[in-house]
């Protein structure tokens, strides 16, 4: 990938095993390649992460991949700018938002910070097939407890000394 940015790459070793990579290209824009030869050849989805027509955003850059758990072996997650949460059901052949954390009702307050409005942190719990944990840049951390339908803030007892509410739900 000569002169495109790679800000993630990882590797899945469930089912025969992929390696993925979040690329931003200044020609060709933001996209997820996968390799089945540990990166000798590179292939592009059918189907690249993108908001639905009713949401007038585009993904700016891709940041960060995960590979789901060994029960679901075709899962994966990207977290994208602006910071948004993508799922793949298929090994990374198509894409769609998970839309309950992109209209998180707190999601207008929402700032950049000097990396972009990246979701560049997602974390699978080990215990609990339902929770996981998103980080997002100048915004903080969220987790859901119910599968990605709903998505709480979780930054209590982060300090903020810059903002007027030293203590934020979110925003540091």
């Not at 027509?53 to 029960?71: A, N, T």
């Not at 997650?77 to 209209?103: I, M, N, Q």
């Not at 709903?150 to 903002?163: E, H, I, M, P």
């Amino acid at each position: 990938m000569p002169g495109e940015d790679v800000f993630h790459m990882a590797y899945d070793s469930r089912g025969d095993g992929r390696t993925y990579a979040a690329v931003n290209s200044m020609w060709f824009g933001p996209t997820v390649q996968f390799s089945d030869d540990f990166g000798q050849t590179w292939e592009q989805p059918e189907i690249q992460p993108a908001f639905p027509s009713h949401r007038d955003m585009s993904v700016y850059k891709v940041w960060h991949l995960e590979p789901g758990r060994s029960e679901t072996p075709g899962e994966l997650y990207l977290g994208a700018d602006p910071s948004s949460l993508f799922k793949s059901e298929d090994r990374g052949v198509t894409w769609h938002e998970l839309e309950s954390f992109g209209s998180h009702p707190t999601r207008d307050q929402w700032q950049p910070g000097l990396g972009g409005l990246c979701l560049h942190s997602i974390v699978m719990d080990s215990d609990n097939k339902d929770r996981m944990w998103l980080g997002a840049s100048a915004v903080g951390v969220f987790r859901t407890d119910d599968g990605g339908a709903t998505w709480q803030t979780r930054n209590k007892g982060v300090r903020a000394d810059f903002l007027p509410d030293r203590f934020p739900d979110f925003g540091q």
